[in-house]
Every structure is written in structure tokens, then in C-alpha cells.
């Protein structure tokens, strides 16, 4: 397994279900993530990985020493909720290892990145299921990932960052952002298409927190000038042009 590399992920299985799949099912996605951003990203930070049913929302929790991976999937039997919560939070862990300071955020833009990701490593998941030790009992699995995938990619409302206009607008946006995710969801979408068009480049992305200008926005003019990558190009289309 995997995790025999990576002596920096730890897991809290308590349930009979999580202890049967969570190791397996983590190795999965965790193999994808190392394929797209390398080993340095995934291996350094300690991490705990639990499951919490009862919990409001997945989080990445990093007020704790070590930090933790929560996902709050009802049961480790529904795979395909497990690999798309946990791919959202991995995301956030992968971008916070090119954070200097670890609580930066410009929250609207890396959820929608997380969002996309999550829609990006459940296809994948679909369409890579026979490498997962899992698939030997349950081979057609792969059918309910797609399920998954084509119905999260279908939940779109009317997009609130076209609407931006101010500041104060994307203000809205960013404090919102959490709860309303659907309306993100066009550009999430987006996103998706581009990290199915160009695998190669998506990595590019863990480098925005390097490029945040202070104000909810980021610099494309910098960024594009040391990483002219079409992924790039695509994060700068989802960012609304405010009125100076």
C-alpha cells in the first residue's frame, strides 16, 4: 500500500466499514493526487484522517497539531461520496503545503478549485476503478462513480461571481461561498473542463496563494508571467473584472 512511503498520514478507522475501506479507498485517491502534484506536496505535513457521520461538513482542521482530513460521509460503504469529500479536502491540504502563511485564503477561488477537483478525481476514480483492490468484488462500481460525478457536474444555479461588480459584491461571494456552492457552479465546471483538457497543467494551481493581491483577487499579470500554463489562464476567466 501506499501509505508505507507516506509515514505522514495517520488513520482514525473506528467502524467496522472504516476499517475495512478507508486505508484502500485512501490509497486510491491519495495515488492520483501524487500523480498530478508529486510526492513533496502529499508527504510532508503530518495529517489524521477520520470520518465523523454526525459532522456539519468535510473539513480540512487545522486549528489541531496534527493537522486532520475530517470527511463526514453517513457510512465508508458509500464509496463514492467518501472519494468526493475527500478529494476536495486533499486539495485544500495539497494548496496549503505553497502557503507562508497557513490561514491565507482567498476562500470563493480555492472552494471553486476544491469543487472541480472533487468532479475531476471522481471521474478519474470511474474511469481508473479497476486499479483499486475494491473493484475486485464490485467491478461495475465504476458505473456509480460516473452516477456521482454526472449529477455533482449537473448542479449548477445562476452565477454570482458574473454578477460581481464591486468589491463589496465579491464580499458577498467570499462570505457566502460555503453554503452556496452551487452558484459557483458554472465556473466549477469550467475549471473541470479544463483539468480533463490539459492533466498535465493542473498542478500550476497549488501556486495562488503566492500571486493573492490582499483584496479577494489575484494577481494574474504576475502569475501568468512566471507560469504561462493554460490551467492558469483558466483560473484568471472565473475571476470577476471589478470596476476599479
Not at 478507522?13 to 508529486?38: C, H, N, P, W
Amino acid at each position: 500500500l501506499l501509505q508505507m512511503t507516506f509515514t505522514n498520514w495517520t488513520f482514525a478507522a473506528k467502524t467496522a466499514d472504516e476499517q475495512r475501506y478507508m486505508s484502500t479507498l485512501f490509497s486510491f485517491v491519495l495515488k492520483q493526487f501524487v500523480e498530478i502534484f508529486g510526492t513533496t506536496a502529499l508527504n510532508s505535513e503530518k495529517c489524521v484522517v477520520y470520518n465523523e457521520p454526525a459532522a456539519p461538513c468535510p473539513m480540512l482542521v487545522t486549528n489541531r497539531t496534527p493537522i486532520r482530513i475530517r470527511t463526514s460521509t453517513e457510512s465508508l460503504e458509500i464509496w463514492n461520496q467518501y472519494i468526493y469529500q475527500l478529494a476536495h479536502e486533499l486539495t485544500h491540504y495539497v494548496i496549503r503545503q505553497y502557503k507562508e502563511d497557513k490561514d491565507a485564503i482567498v476562500k470563493w477561488f480555492e472552494e471553486t478549485i476544491c469543487e472541480a477537483m472533487s468532479l475531476y478525481i471522481l471521474r478519474m476514480s470511474s474511469l481508473k476503478w479497476n486499479e483499486c483492490p475494491l473493484s475486485r468484488n464490485n467491478p461495475n462500481y465504476s458505473f456509480k462513480l460516473m452516477n456521482y460525478f454526472e449529477n455533482a457536474y449537473n448542479q449548477t444555479a445562476p452565477s454570482t461571481l458574473k454578477r460581481c461588480h464591486t468589491l463589496d459584491d465579491l464580499k458577498e461571494v467570499e462570505n457566502s461561498c460555503e453554503i452556496r456552492r452551487n452558484e459557483r457552479g458554472i465556473e466549477r465546471n469550467y475549471l473541470l473542463d479544463n483539468f480533463l483538457k490539459y492533466p498535465k497543467s493542473i498542478s500550476a494551481f497549488i501556486y495562488y496563494p503566492l500571486y493573492m493581491r490582499g483584496d479577494l483577487q489575484i494577481d494574474f499579470a504576475k502569475w501568468k508571467k512566471v507560469s504561462p500554463s493554460p490551467i492558469v489562464s483558466a483560473l484568471e476567466s472565473i475571476q470577476p473584472n471589478l470596476a476599479s
